[in-house]
């Protein structure tokens, strides 16, 4: 187990660099509209209406800033909550650590894949 | 919250001979001086995660047609996931933050025949971008444009 993660070591930090980069880049507006705006009435419901919020969802470019908004969070999460562990002492467990937490980012970004195409 | 820390983590790759002290965790780790903003940038990593699986949640539920997206968004309103929210957009603008003062420095001093340009200039062009897709993204996402 400490082996496949040392190889995959170089996709895991890709995926985390982008998740800081990326993921706070795009997760800044969909908080504030879709987890705040709309929900507490700042923005108008209709913004988010059903219809629009599909349409807007289920194109090519859509599809693809959506699963970069659940795949990337997942995996800086995931490296930090594992250097986190670190810190505080869970050197001796980190293989069990990183592969549960690696294995929850690759599980959600895979559920993510799915939940874009089914769109 | 001086301790001991991981007795094999500054050990060098081929024993030596020279003895060397056990090492020790800072005495102001985890939340004191500089480490308080080094273990919340750590911590964020939470934060993070479950907007990840949020975001999944909300797709799925789009997926799933117009009830279950509604009902989404009117779960939303409830006071803990706003304050859950709320939390979430302290700590992307805390890690955007930190993270963009680091990037210049975390730069190669050459690429190829290339310098990257000077540090205040590539922190300008960070910021700007993420304020400008952010402000694009905004007015699509609440109909803006792209009505």
């Known amino acids: ?119 | 919250m001086a301790r001991a820390a991981h007795p094999e983590a500054m050990a060098p790759s081929k024993p030596g001979r020279t003895r060397t002290a056990p090492p020790q965790m800072p005495p102001k780790f985890p939340m004191q001086g500089r480490y308080r903003a080094y273990t919340i940038f750590d911590a964020t990593g939470l934060v993070y995660l479950l907007m990840g699986f949020g975001v999944l949640h909300a797709v799925r539920a789009l997926g799933d047609g117009a009830a279950a997206w509604q009902a989404v968004l009117a779960g939303w309103a409830n006071p803990v996931y706003v304050a859950f929210h709320l939390l979430a957009l302290a700590s992307v603008l805390f890690v955007g933050v930190r993270f963009f003062r680091l990037f210049p420095k975390a730069q190669p001093p050459r690429i190829g025949p290339a310098r990257p340009p000077p540090g205040p200039v590539i922190h300008g062009m960070l910021y700007a971008v993420w304020i400008g897709v952010s402000v694009v993204f905004v007015a699509i996402l609440a109909g803006g444009i792209f009505r």
């Open chain 1, 1 to 119: 187990m400490k082996q496949l993660l040392l190889k995959l070591e170089p996709v895991v930090w890709l995926l985390f660099g982008q998740g800081i980069l990326i993921g706070t880049i795009l997760l800044t507006g969909w908080i504030l509209v879709v987890n705040l705006g709309v929900p507490l009435g700042i923005v108008p419901a209709d913004a988010l209406a059903y219809g629009r919020a599909h349409a807007l969802a289920s194109n090519p470019i859509g599809r693809l800033v959506l699963l970069a908004l659940i795949a990337l969070p997942l995996w800086k999460g995931a490296h930090h909550l594992r250097s986190l562990s670190i810190d505080f002492g869970g050197a001796g467990r980190d293989t069990a650590v990183a592969g549960v937490l690696y294995g929850i980012a690759a599980l959600g970004s895979l559920l993510g894949v799915f939940a874009v195409l089914g769109l």
